[in-house]
């Protein structure tokens, strides 16, 4: 037996085990018989009611720099440079998730 056989006896074995299941899976849905609607519908029965929250202002109006990045830690692109050329930033530290 060489590799052309082996892998065609293989391809073979396993197209026919797909077609057992493919059909074992057809006669079973012939003999389940749904009731109402579609059987692969999900319901769900909870009350749900939207709440408003109070809208807060996005960036306080007395910001020296207009382009900062508020709220992740950002800096902007100039302080960037700086603080590279200062060697402040930390890269090789690892990121917790």
Sequence with gaps: ???????????????LYYLIVILSDLAR????TVTSGNPHELTFSEQVTPVQLATQA?????SPNKNELLGTGGV??????????????????????
């Excluded at 037996?1 to 197209?15: D, P, Q």
């Excluded at 996005?58 to 007395?62: G, I, L, S, T």
């Design 76 to 97: 902007p692109i100039t302080d960037l440079f700086r603080l590279a050329k200062q060697e402040a930033i930390i890269y090789t530290r690892g990121v917790s998730f």
């Design 58 to 62: 996005a960036a306080p109006a007395n």
């Design 1 to 15: 037996m060489n590799w052309t056989h082996f892998l065609l006896w293989l391809a073979g074995g396993y197209g």
């Design 29 to 32: 849905s012939k003999q389940q």
